[in-house]
């Protein structure tokens, strides 16, 4: 008889119930070319504008004519952070869309186990999103992201986790209150965009908001990120920095969304999710 | 006498001041279909949300196969499911494909085998490859419930299972139910508008009305005791507070 394995305890991991949420993401994917291009299409078009106005600017100043990768750079890790919590927004969405939810929690499946699958699915996204727009930075504007050097590796991790963080916040409040919160996965990450320094240094903001960005770790890679193209040092304090308050963000966006997942239990909210 | 497959006791659910569930209790046996009727806002939907883990009651006890479903539903969710026309499959994912995700997420031993299995049994075959999306009322819920029975259930909730599905198709699905319960030993708890469906499936009938249970018995029993000649005349008796004949001739 093939009757399913039995769990034996409450608190197992199971890499195969994770893989079948993201093999669920696959197969959406494979079946939309539509979603696949809308994953690239904001990267590339991005990149393309400020691709030409960095050629204009190199003519013009003499910051960019040091660092010519400035900009390229800060676009391309910005876009890192945005689509992993964007992605992480939508695979969560992709099931409330489409009615599935309830399916999927009445399923073994842990909330943690969910968690770390839509974490890879966001993962996913970044690489089918960013991926192209690096790839056009080296193409047209002979600009490529890995001359950042081994850096790379920490501005990225440190970024793919804060885009989880946000982004899992932001799922719980989801759950707990509807598809009326569905545009804070669209929104959400923009109120850091002016005060994390993506473009410019923390210095050029006032002394008051400049302790706000000092909060958030976004800030200490794009720092990071300046010093090695500008002054070509590797700031490991600023690493660290980013990583510790990571650390922060990661443990309360995984609580925000289990505190809203419980609440969503006591209210009857998981069957019936919609606006 | 076996143990029963699912056991409530004095469960109770309250949205603040509302009560959807009060004081609830009753049993289900191993190898049969229960129906539990009652009218919009009777506490059914409420009462298999609790038997799946995913609704917190306010007070009370569940449990299936033997399992406190509140306190460790991780242990008997993989032999359970759980079928709705409210809950639906991804609609761009094939039939198989969707089948394919939900049998590894309930660890089913050789998925494919499994799929081919429901595919013959369902009589899926000409759209198993088709996205979900595009497939007839009938068909979609063919698959919703080769979805409910990926992992060969031991319990099995199904929530309005043939609701808007025409006279043919609703008998079709109704007969697999029967020959699934009778192979498998499998019970059914069965929520439910249709009068006609519960008396045809169902060896006992759990009456609710709001939150509360007003009545059980089988179907003959019920008949007999409110001198009808069909449950959907009990059901209004019930919803139109008439009582029980005998009851009111006593």
Redesign the interface.
Known sequence: MNRAAITPGDWGFSWRRVGAIVLRHYYLLRSSWARVLELAYWPVINMTLWGFMTVYLVGQSSVFAQATGLLLAAILLWDVLFRTQLGLGLAFLEEVWSRNLGHILVSPIRPYEYVAAIFMVALMRVVIGVGPAALLAWALYDYNVFTLGLPLIPFFINLVILGWAIGLAINGLILRFGLGAESMAWMALFVLAPICGIYYPLSVLPEWLRVISYLIPASYVFEGMRAVLIEHTFRADLLIAAALINIVYFAGGVAAFLYCFRAARHRGLILQIGE | MSAPAIEVRRLV?R?GAVT?IEDLSFTVEPGTITGLLGGNGAGK??TL?IL?????PTAGEAYVLGVDILK????V????N?G?P?????????VR?NL???A???????PR??IE?LSENLQMGEFLDR?TGTLSAGQKTRAALA?ALV??P?VLLLDEPTASLDPDTGDWVRSYLERYVAERKATILLASHNMSEVERLCSMVLMMKAGRMVDRGTPADLLRKYGRHNLEEVFLDIARNRGARQEAAE
Do not use: C, D
Not at chain 2, 52 to 56: F, I
Not at chain 2, 77 to 80: E, F, G, H, K, S
């Open positions: 659910k949205y959807a939907t409420t949300a799946l883990g995913v609704l917190l460790h539903r991780f242990r969710l993989p032999r359970m759980f709705s409210y809950v639906e499959l991804p609609k761009r994912l094939t494909e394919r995700v939900f590894q997420l309930y660890g089913v031993a050789k085998r499994r299995t996205p979805k992992n060969e031991e």
